[in-house]
């Protein structure tokens, strides 16, 4: 029995996030679906990240266990293959990018030490209805020096139950450490990214969200420490979109 580290990209779009749930089309089924059928075993995987319906990966990690002959090398693009089977382009929107070998008792969840999230936020009043599924559109303009400023509140290890929306998997603890939140101009793009070693439910989002709000002027960069310090989830922003949320890396 072999134990296999998978890296995987994927287009979220059309998803309804990465965990199985019956009835739904997820990431994480379409996997298990595609390699079952592939090497006639019944296959599961254990993902790092349970991403919600809309939200991206660069660099999802997830561990199968199985009595696969393929050699390592070439895994990745055995699965590619059989992920694109079915697509008239060739294309699928999900894709190995990297296979290894781990060993005996390795878990791609339990054995992560952090995470590094990706958000794209577009600030400009040109609407392009093809980029909407990417980022979260901003028409009016942002202050991108308040929005730094807010960050510096965020990094550190706090309680950060004001950023956790109801709903997801119950925890023993909302503390949490980020140990990096940068917010950087790219072009049209204001390009937020943020490290830690865990994230609550739909936390970055919340945070990105209320960047947003100081970037607007709807609050000050230095009432993100208040916010933080009331452990008050309505004191915090609104949730950003799903669509500009991308799961870079995980890190081990």
């Known amino acids: 029995m072999r134990n296999i580290l998978l890296t995987i990209k994927y287009d979220g779009t059309n998803y309804a996030g990465w965990q199985r749930q019956s009835g739904k089309r997820t990431v994480c089924g379409r996997l298990e679906e595609v390699l079952s059928s592939y090497f ?36 990745a693009q055995v699965i590619n293959t ?7 382009e060739g294309i699928s929107d999900i894709e190995i990018v990297d296979a290894k070998e781990m060993p005996e008792g390795f878990h791609a969840r339990f ?6 999230y990706i958000y794209k ?12 599924n990417y980022c979260f559109h901003v028409r009016e303009p942002l202050d991108l020096e308040a929005m730094k400023k807010a960050a510096e509140h965020i990094v550190g290890t706090h309680d950060f139950a004001c950023f956790q929306t109801a709903g997801g998997n119950s925890v023993s603890t909302t503390v949490r450490t980020v140990s990096s939140l940068t917010i950087e101009k790219e072009n049209e793009y204001l390009i937020v990214k943020i490290e830690g070693d865990g994230f609550l439910y739909n936390m970055v989002r919340i945070i990105v969200g209320t960047l947003v709000e100081v970037g607007l002027g709807k609050r000050t960069a230095d009432s993100v ?11 915090a922003g609104r949730t950003a979109p799903a669509s500009g949320l991308y799961l ?3 890190f081990y």
């Open 40 to 75: 006639d075993m019944d296959i599961k995987l254990e993902g790092t990240s349970r991403t919600d319906a809309g939200v991206h990966a660069l660099g999802q990690r997830a561990t199968l266990r199985a009595d696969i002959k393929v050699p390592i090398e070439k895994l």
């Open 82 to 88: 059989a992920l694109a089977d079915d697509r008239l």
């Open 111 to 116: 054995d992560s030490k952090g995470k590094r």
């Open 121 to 132: 936020i577009r600030n400009t009043k040109d609407i392009d209805i093809f980029k909407k």
């Open 225 to 235: 420490k208040d916010i933080i310090e009331s452990k008050n989830r309505s004191n």
């Open 248 to 250: 870079d890396e995980v």
